[in-house]
């Protein structure tokens, strides 16, 4: 059995599904040859990440794939329910990259509270001949360490996020329109384990009561975080979004940093991507990342394992 991986897979994750006896083709078809591929290859898997889609057009016209796989959390590339209908199984990874999302969130935040972000374009520009005025300009800064977070959407990512800021002394308000209470676990090195409970909150009272908003949810068909958003949050908050592309308003960002109103943004997926906003890419109070949450050699690593284990167990 034939399993394509377009937007490609591991290298464990590959060598397992071989050792299972299935081909594996990691060569990148374009979106409008695809259709024809996976029909005259007879294609029984599609594994995809956030680069290729399969619509309703795909799951219609390619009646041998049994197994859509994303490699990822977000599923928004897929007409999941669709599929299903049509009798073919959706899968995704929900649990293997969390760990490198939330790794990421405090990349930007670390960065961002310390100005690394423009320090690091600057630095070379200027950095030889007026580096006391750059030290002055970036001798600001401020510790997270006491300052409290806002986590907007509790699941897998959410939680891997908060604990790393308790970990780090920071305060944590939480909110989710589908969970109420949570439990977490934060292990240490020496297997050493501290339980917390958390309990959700209205969403316009982690805005108004948070330092840092991070936002850890699936697209929407609407804004999240708008104009009405912006001015309810504290005046110099900072926000960052390693989730999806669209959920913020990016002109009220954008009128927000420049009034001073939000101190700093953190943006790893973007309403017009993967073209956006020139101003966006260019404004001095953003710390940008091509939509790399998931990107780590560990996380991809227990991605394809997990793809793997999974089309084993649906095809057998």
Avoid: W
Wanted: net charge neutral; proline share 3%.
């Amino acid at each position: 059995m034939k399993i394509l991986a377009n937007d490609g897979i591991s290298e464990s994750g590959k060598n397992l599904l071989l050792k299972k006896g299935f081909e594996v083709l990691t060569q990148n078809i374009p979106q409008d040859e695809l259709i024809e591929y996976i029909i005259n290859n007879n294609i029984v898997v599609l594994l995809v990440r956030s680069a290729t889609t399969a619509r309703k057009d795909l799951i219609d016209s390619c009646k041998s794939l049994k197994i859509i796989g994303r490699g990822g959390v977000g599923m928004d590339n897929i007409d999941v329910e669709y599929a299903r209908e049509k009798g073919i199984e959706v899968i995704n990874t929900p649990a293997a990259s969390s760990a490198s999302v939330a790794e990421l969130v405090f990349s930007h935040l670390y960065g961002g509270v310390r100005f690394l972000h423009d320090s690091n374009r600057n630095m070379p520009l200027e950095g030889d001949k007026d580096f006391k005025k750059l030290k002055k300009s970036y001798s600001k800064g401020i510790e997270l360490r006491g300052k409290t977070l806002g986590i907007v959407g509790f699941g897998r990512i959410g939680q891997e996020v908060a604990k790393i800021a308790i970990g780090i002394g920071m305060k944590v308000i939480v909110s989710d329109k589908f969970v109420k209470k949570s439990v977490i676990n934060l292990e240490f090195f020496d297997k050493q384990k501290l339980i917390f409970k958390i309990e959700t909150e209205p969403f316009d009272y982690l805005l108004k009561n948070s330092d840092f908003v991070s936002l850890h949810i699936p697209a929407q068909k609407e804004y999240i975080i708008g104009k009405k958003e912006f001015l309810i949050m504290k005046d110099g908050s900072s926000i960052i979004n390693a989730s999806r592309g669209g959920i913020i308003d990016e002109i009220a960002l954008l009128d927000s940093l420049n009034s001073g109103k939000i101190s700093f943004a953190a943006l790893d997926t973007f309403e017009n991507e993967p073209t956006p906003k020139i101003k966006i890419l260019m404004h001095p109070n953003i710390s940008l990342t091509p939509h790399i949450g998931a990107a780590t050699g560990e996380a991809q690593d227990r991605i394809g394992i997990e793809l793997a284990e999974k089309i084993s167990e649906i095809i057998g």
